[in-house]
């Protein structure tokens, strides 16, 4: 898997947890929460489709380096990286 892939799948793990928002408007550096409108129970939800999805292991200790699209992108490619 390429980390150009990465974007994409991040997007489209968060259109399965927000079917309504509008990715393509999502600021990069907005906090996806705030930005997605979605609770700690949706933002669990949603690094575990990561982990499922991608295979990797995502610490507790690690989940506000997922808080936003350039933040998840960095961090799941460096993940991806060392494995």
Same mark, same amino acid.
């Given at each position: =898997? /390429?980390? !150009? %892939?990465? +974007? @994409? ?5 968060? /259109?399965?947890? @927000? +079917? %309504?928002?509008? =990715?393509?408007? !999502?600021? +990069? #550096? &907005?906090?996806?929460?705030? @930005?997605?409108?979605?609770? /700690? =129970? ?6 575990? &489709?990561?982990? #499922?999805?991608?295979?990797?292991? *995502? &610490?507790? *200790?690690?989940? +506000?380096? !997922? =808080? ?9 490619? /460096? ?5």
């Amino acid at each position: =898997m /390429s980390a !150009l %892939d990465l +974007p @994409a799948i991040v997007k489209e793990e968060l /259109s399965n947890i @927000a +079917p %309504d928002a509008d =990715m393509k408007a !999502l600021d +990069p #550096r &907005a906090d996806l929460r705030e @930005a997605l409108d979605i609770d /700690s =129970m949706d933002f669990l939800n949603f690094i575990g &489709a990561l982990h #499922r999805r991608l295979a990797i292991e *995502i &610490a507790e *200790i690690d989940y +506000p380096k !997922l =808080m936003t699209l350039d933040k998840a992108v960095a961090y799941l490619g /460096s993940k991806l990286t060392a494995k």
